[in-house]
């Protein structure tokens, strides 16, 4: 059975993934009923690890001793669940499809033409049409990833769900859905999984190519 996340840890994972978001926005991605995750965010404010922003825009974010105490709290999680092989092991095999990704999200974003790159205007149904192949590829290269992660630790269960959302909406015509930042797009969903696999095993972007 996957380990399971105490609450406090997963309110405060998804801000740290999110890093700004409001109660019912983190509920969804802890997978806890919105009540819950308000009682929540107030304990954590009172000990200093959380502060709320109200106004026009409102919402929660994770202060600088809250990210010191998410990222032990996951450290600590990781290790008493016995899993860092697994997912360690998983991070290997999204790495290896990373690069492909960038591609795609590249290819759909520029297309080739005569006299070089220009934006795509996806006017070019084959153009089109082979990128989407290619992320279609790529969809079957994570899912075993994802039967690692969802295997070892149970909060990383909602990916795949949000992936086949993204990717329905895409073959559908819902062009934005492929690589938009402000929505549930296949490429804010995949950038996700990055930041959450970097932040369980404590490896830091910046130092990712060392790994």
């Excluded at 092991?89 to 080739?112: P, V």
């Excluded at 990055?194 to 060392?210: K, N, V």
Aim: aromatic content about 6%; some cysteine.
């Amino acid at each position: 059975m996957p380990h399971r996340s105490e609450p406090q840890l997963l309110v405060l994972h998804a801000l740290r993934l999110k890093g700004f978001a409001d109660t019912d926005v983190v509920a969804q991605a802890a997978g806890i009923d919105p009540g819950e995750v308000a009682a929540l965010a107030s304990d954590l404010a009172a000990a200093e690890l959380v502060q709320r922003r109200d106004g026009k825009l409102a919402g929660w974010t994770l202060t600088k001793a809250g990210r010191v105490e998410h990222q032990a709290r996951v450290a600590a999680e990781l290790e008493a669940s016995g899993q860092r092989d697994a997912v360690d092991g998983a991070y290997r095999g999204f790495l290896a499809a990373n690069g492909d990704m960038l591609g795609t999200c590249t290819a759909w974003q520029l297309r080739d033409d005569a006299g070089g790159q220009v934006l795509n205007d996806h006017s070019d149904p084959a153009w089109d049409r082979a990128v989407l192949d290619r992320l279609q590829e790529l969809d079957r290269q994570v899912q075993p990833v994802l039967d690692l992660v969802e295997g070892s630790l149970d909060r990383f269960a909602g990916y795949r769900a949000r992936f086949g959302t993204a990717l329905a909406r895409v073959l559908d015509g819902q062009l934005e859905w492929f690589t938009k930042p402000v929505i549930d797009s296949y490429h804010t969903v995949w950038f996700e999984l990055h930041e959450d696999l970097l932040c369980t095993l404590g490896i830091e972007r910046a130092s990712e190519a060392r790994h």
